[in-house]
Nanobody, 125 residues
Framework: QVQLVESGGGLVQAGDSLRLSCTVS????????MGWFRQAPGKEREFVAR????????DYTDSVKGRFTISRDNAKNTIYLVMNSLKLEDTGVYYC??????????????????WGQGTQVTVSS
């Protein structure tokens, strides 16, 4: 059983930056492609970014392209999400997820097998 723990969230002002981390334990992170999702109050969980096992495939939702960067260090079993130029609409609980199904469908949260507990990101004006 794999466990995921997110960290790095917080309260920031618009335009600031944050780095989220997701630490994987129980199994090596290299077994999984990984995704970041977020959920704002009253909204469904949405895809933010994903990265394949070997980091060769990376994808972002359009609203964060050019501002967010996903990366991973399999030696440290850690996945990162660097968020720059944060906007009010980036506010939400950010979750990391681990999946073994095809990367091509990994923008769909239902394709993931394991989830972290989430970390709150709040962007204020």
């Amino acid at each position: 059983q794999v466990q995921l723990v997110e960290s790095g969230g917080g309260l920031v002002q618009a335009g600031d930056s944050l780095r989220l981390s997701c630490t994987v334990s129980g199994r090596a992170s290299s077994n999984y492609h990984m995704g970041w999702f977020r959920q704002a109050p009253g909204k469904e969980r949405e895809f933010v970014a994903r990265i394949s096992r070997n980091s060769l495939l990376i994808d972002y939702t359009d609203s964060v392209k050019g501002r967010f960067t996903i990366s991973r260090d399999n030696a440290k079993n850690t996945i990162y999400l660097v968020m720059n130029s944060l906007k009010l609409e980036d506010t939400g609980v950010y979750y990391c997820a681990a999946g073994v199904r095809s990367f091509s469908i990994s923008d769909n949260p239902t394709t993931y097998d394991s989830w972290g507990q989430g970390t709150q990101v709040t962007v204020s004006s």
